[in-house]
């Protein structure tokens, strides 16, 4: 009975209509970030555990079974154990397995229930994942920044971390703390010099405040020195009127 079981099984799947998607036809039969119309996608993210295998078995019933009533829907799986879907797991957020996801028009649901039978799949699949919270479907990564991105990146870090490794090579290991030294040591004596700078202009200015003073005209001295003169005799004489008073 079981080598039956599993023989049906196969030719189940076999029968079945499940797309298999990977990275470089993703987005091409999809339309996912696009947001074009190419039919309402259920898609799982599945390896080779039993819990997949059996999901893989109900996607081809439910494929054969709502290709007539419900139009549209396509059943599709992403095989998590090739590394070429790497990209495809991270853009949707994949870290368990098995995962299904429903796709319409540049948005996408989880299925967040944890047991995954033929009915909940198949009310899933119906409702357009009534009931699940959408979000916007990442848009894949450029072939270009895939492929350059990683080189640039290197080549970076090698300009960058080159000419400290040949210094340490050449036996300046202490290179970077005397360099920070210097810099330290430099913007000491960059703030001495303007506090030096800073005395020095006081003393310019009060220099020419005494200038001032002495280039002032001879009348205006005069008039200070008469009028510093009448006050002190103001005092004098009402100092000699108290001591009358007083004998």
């Known amino acids: 009975m079981g080598f039956t079981a599993i023989l049906l099984f196969i030719l189940a799947a076999a029968d079945a209509k ?4 990977t990275n470089n036809n993703f987005e091409q039969k999809t339309q ?11 898609v799982s993210f599945c390896n080779q555990s039993p819990r997949c295998q059996k999901l893989q078995g109900i996607m081809g019933d439910l494929s054969n079974e709502l290709k ?9 799986t992403v095989d998590t154990g090739n590394p070429i879907n790497a990209n495809l797991l991270e853009r949707f957020g994949v870290h368990d397995t098995p995962t299904l996801i429903f796709i ?6 989880k299925y967040s229930s944890r047991t995954f039978s033929k009915s909940k799949v198949k009310t899933f699949a119906q409702t357009h994942a009534h009931g699940e919270t959408f979000r916007r479907v990442p848009k894949p ?8 991105g990683p080189v640039l990146e290197a ?63 001879k009348e205006e001295i005069d008039e200070k020195k008469t009028k510093k003169g009448l006050k002190e005799t103001k005092k004098k004489k009402g100092k000699g009127k108290e001591t009358k008073k007083k004998k």
């Open 32 to 42: 996912a970030s696009r947001g074009e119309y190419s039919g309402y996608w259920v």
């Open 68 to 76: 007539r009533t419900s139009k549209g829907l396509v059943f599709a």
């Open 141 to 148: 990564k450029d072939i270009i920044e895939e492929t350059i």
């Open 155 to 217: 080549f970076a870090g090698f300009v960058f971390f080159w000419p400290v490794q040949f210094l340490m090579g050449l036996g300046l290991a202490e290179m970077p703390a005397r360099i920070l030294w210097f810099g330290v040591l430099y913007v000491s004596g960059k703030t001495f010099e303007e506090t030096v700078y800073n005395k020095h202009c006081s003393k310019r200015g009060k220099k020419k405040k005494d200038k001032k003073k002495r280039n002032k005209p």
């Open 104 to 109: 319409e028009q540049a948005h996408f649901a």
């Open 18 to 21: 499940v797309l298999k998607l």
